[in-house]
């Protein structure tokens, strides 16, 4: 273990943290990442493994579109899988398609590529109709649906941990895990296990930065976001790596929701499902190399994060997604709760808090899709500090 100072220290083992060393040895810097934990098991593990790229907008889909080269470059150093299968919107109304049909006209054909209703249907392998649902053609119906190619995907059980192992075995880059941070001053990370010294400090540790810096944080009104996810067994006939994402998906990202179209989609939602508004459902899922799938998910907020799983809420999830799939229940093998950062001043929190250190938190769920972005962006020089 060296004690001579690395050019960066990075507090956390995240995969915004792991970004951030990735990007350092590209550059031909010396780094020390301390994480209280002995391997990843955050929210960078507890996520979809979904780099969101197409449903973003703004600068956030520069980002993203910056955060997707980052990780095509980590995959093939590190080894782990990553697939540019694109994401899936699935279309089950007029209302919804008319979103999508809005957002192909806003950006072009080779980046938002409407699908018939019956390609979609195929693959999510199920029937084009089904039994009727008040205020939506019928459940089980898809009238189209949108391919987003610019998506990606990895397992996020294996994607984190093989990033660090990767950085790990690196020259002049060290993780020291299952090692407390206790402060953090110029130079210095001080810790449970000796002091940490660094020319630059770059603290990553997602909503626990109330518990290093709660000044920062409670200015920026970081609160945790909670939410309900499970892994299942995917149905027979269901053949895509694609991200499936549906109405609920397109009432959350800011691709979706600037078209004149998402007020009427709204309406249509709050009144055939207004339970999943309720608990700010984005109803979507992922498929693993296993053939399993990865299901929900739920957002509440708070200050701390109580640690029970409703199991009402996991159940309106499930059901809701077994409709989009057209089965009747779906088997469940794991149940987990997601915690991450969230704030409603914005979706990034970046302050330079004393010489040569710097907090970066993304408060939003877009941790992973933004990663490499951000890394990309601290390396360049652009990235810049939120407002206080």
């Not at 899988?81 to 957002?103: F, K, Q």
């Not at 459940?139 to 990033?163: M, Q, T, Y």
């Not at 944080?217 to 790596?241: I, S, W």
Request: aromatic letters at 4%; hydrophobic letters at 45%.
């Amino acid at each position: 273990m060296s004690t001579a100072p690395s050019d960066l220290v990075v507090v956390g083992a995240g995969i915004v943290g792991l970004a951030h060393a990735f990007e350092a040895l590209a550059h031909g810097l010396s780094v020390t990442v301390v994480e209280r934990d002995r391997r990843p098991v955050g929210a960078s593990v507890r996520n979809f493994g979904h780099c969101c790229v197409g449903a973003q907008d703004g600068d956030l889909l520069d980002l993203a579109r910056l955060s997707r080269k980052g990780w095509l470059r980590a995959a093939a150093a590190a080894g782990f899988w990553a697939r540019e299968a694109g994401a899936l919107v699935v279309a089950r109304s007029e209302a919804e398609a008319a979103v999508l049909e809005e957002l192909h006209a806003d950006r072009g054909g080779e980046v938002v590529q409407l699908r018939s209703a019956a390609r979609t249907a195929e693959t999510l392998g199920r029937p084009v109709a089904g039994r009727a649902v008040p205020g939506r053609a019928t459940s089980g119906d898809v009238v189209g649906g949108a391919f987003l190619p610019e998506d990606l995907r990895v397992n996020p059980r294996e994607a984190a941990p093989a990033l660090a192992r990767w950085i790990a075995e690196q020259p002049g880059a060290e993780i020291r895990w299952g090692t407390n941070v206790t402060g953090v001053e110029p130079g210095t990370v001080h810790t449970s296990r000796g002091p940490v010294h660094g020319r630059q400090i770059l603290v990553c540790v997602g909503h626990d930065l109330d518990h290093l810096f709660p000044e920062p944080a409670e200015r920026h009104e970081v609160q945790r976001c909670r939410l309900n996810m499970a892994r299942v067994t995917a149905p027979a006939g269901f053949r895509t790596d694609a991200s499936v994402l549906t109405a609920t998906s397109m009432l959350r990202y800011d691709a979706f929701t600037r078209q004149s179209s998402a007020a009427r989609l709204r309406e249509e939602v709050l009144g055939h499902s207004p339970e999943l508004l309720e608990i700010g459902a984005n109803v979507m899922f992922t498929g693993l190399p296993d053939g399993t799938l990865l299901v929900g998910d739920s957002h509440h907020y708070d200050d701390t994060t109580p640690p029970f799983l409703d199991e009402r809420v996991s159940r309106l999830l499930l059901d809701a997604v077994a409709d989009v799939l057209g089965v009747a229940r779906l088997e469940v093998l794991e149940r987990w709760q997601g915690v991450y950062a969230n704030s409603r001043r914005g979706p990034l929190l970046v302050r330079d808090l004393a010489p040569g250190v710097r907090a970066l938190t993304v408060t939003s769920g877009v941790g992973m899709t933004l990663s490499f972005g951000l890394a990309a962006r601290t390396f360049a020089g652009t990235l810049e500090p939120t407002p206080a």
